[in-house]
């Protein structure tokens, strides 16, 4: 798809990953809303980027539904999703005292990152669904639009205290391909990128050392990874059309030990 000219929604696009994705997206063309919990950020975001910034819970079905329909009367009907916003966590099964970790620590993280992914999508979908196919000098493989999911190396890795992160990412890796095959009768792709580690805002805020050794457990490039280059490659997604219902490592060749 080309990306010149089309509405495109960034959930979580306040902040870090997210928030380079919808610069990208501007510069090549798009017209992005900026969906958020933190309005301050989006707002921030929108401005510079010539977008605009949509208040967003991707876990509450009326939150996102008025989101989509926000962001369609500025920009017109949205062809481009990106599901990034989510919330990390680190819980032992049993903890220090002896105690249980608490169920609802486990239910928050799989209700934002999995349940919002799944919601997000599926709202999207409906409304994608019903657009028109693109075509390009009068012809057209009947696409309507496309969705990027943002799960985690620790979907597959996850280290200890990782669970509830863990099997939120897995999910969102695990309904990528039953997502694609089932929205291809409407023309629209899904793809998800697991991202390594990334120096975004939650990163950036541990201690030097910390962060210098995370970087060195990257085989190449030993450094963290650039949200731009997160950007690029959901970017990519988009304008290539033949990628689909795959989940891509953007790891720099990172498997997480257990600790
Ligand atoms: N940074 C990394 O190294 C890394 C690695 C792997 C996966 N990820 C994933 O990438 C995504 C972005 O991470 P980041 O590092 O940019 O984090 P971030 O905290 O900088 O940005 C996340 C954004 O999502 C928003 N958000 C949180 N919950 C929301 C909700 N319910 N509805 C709407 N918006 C919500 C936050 O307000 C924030 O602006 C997350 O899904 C994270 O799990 C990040």
Do not use: W
């Not at 000219?5 to 017209?31: H, I, W």
């Not at 099997?167 to 039953?178: E, F, I, N, Q, R």
């Not at 095959?181 to 023309?187: F, K, N, T, Y």
């Not at 490039?221 to 959901?234: D, Q, V």
């Amino acid at each position: 798809m080309n990306i010149q000219g089309q509405a495109a929604l960034v959930t979580g696009g306040g902040s870090g990953l997210g928030e380079a994705t919808a610069r990208e997206l501007a510069r090549l063309g798009a017209k992005v809303a900026v969906l958020d919990l933190n309005m301050d950020n989006a707002q921030r975001v929108a401005q510079d980027i010539g977008g605009i910034a949509v208040p967003c819970n991707v876990s509450d079905p009326d939150s996102m539904q008025q989101a989509i329909e926000t962001a369609a009367a500025a920009h017109g009907p949205a062809r481009i999703l990106m599901q990034i916003a989510g919330i990390g966590s680190a819980k032992r099964v049993v903890g220090k005292d002896g105690n249980a970790a608490p169920l609802e620590d486990f239910a928050k993280v799989i209700n934002v990152n999995l349940i919002g992914t799944y919601n997000a999508a599926r709202l999207f979908a409906a409304a994608c669904a019903k657009l028109a196919p693109l075509a390009q000098d009068g012809q057209s493989d009947g696409a309507r639009g496309v969705m990027v999911f943002t799960a985690s190396v620790a979907a597959f890795d996850g280290q200890v205290g990782q669970q509830a992160y863990s099997a939120s990412k897995a999910g969102v890796a695990g309904m990528t391909l039953p997502m694609a095959r089932d929205l291809a009768q409407h023309g629209i792709r899904v793809c998800t990128i697991a991202p390594g580690l990334f120096a975004t805002p939650l990163l950036k805020s541990l201690p030097e050392p910390v962060q210098q050794s995370l970087a060195a457990s990257i085989p190449f490039p030993a450094r963290l990874g650039k949200p731009s280059e997160f950007a690029e490659l959901a970017c990519h997604i988009v304008s290539n059309d033949h990628l689909n219902g795959e989940v891509i490592r953007l790891d720099g060749a990172l498997r997480m030990a257990p600790r």
